[in-house]
Nanobody, 125 residues
Framework: QVQLVESGGGSVQAGGSLRLSCAAS????????MGWFRQAPGKEREGVAL???????SYADSVKGRFTISKDNAKNTLYLQMTSLKPEDTAMYYC???????????????????WGQGTQVTVSS
């Protein structure tokens, strides 16, 4: 079955960087669309970044220019490079996947069928 395991979260000061990883198994990795989501306490889960089955990337406005999504098909691993972190980036970060093409306007939780357990990112001011 599909398994997604995130890692790389932690605590950093504002302005710092982190790289999240999501190791995937159980499916044909290259044909899947994948995304990063985050959820802060008391808030809804929101889409952060998408890389779809044809390699197209898109980002939430709040992270454009600071975060970069990428994937290594040979390693079946998804990454999220986060720079210039802000306290408002503090959240649990989840990777998600689903089979086939997901368009840039469809970075919503309901579009993804597979989820990791999450990794916590805390940014202090």
């Amino acid at each position: 079955q599909v398994q997604l395991v995130e890692s790389g979260g932690g605590s950093v000061q504002a302005g710092g960087s982190l790289r999240l990883s999501c190791a995937a198994s159980g499916y044909t990795y290259s044909r899947y669309s994948m995304g990063w989501f985050r959820q802060a306490p008391g808030k809804e889960r929101e889409g952060v970044a998408l890389i779809n089955s044809i390699g197209y990337t898109s980002y939430a406005d709040s992270v454009k220019g600071r975060f970069t999504i990428s994937k290594d098909n040979a390693k079946n691993t998804l990454y999220l490079q986060m720079t210039s972190l802000k306290p408002e980036d503090t959240a649990m970060y989840y990777c998600a996947a689903d089979d086939g093409y997901i368009g840039p306007g469809r970075l919503i939780p309901g579009r993804f069928g597979y989820w990791g357990q999450g990794t916590q990112v805390t940014v202090s001011s």
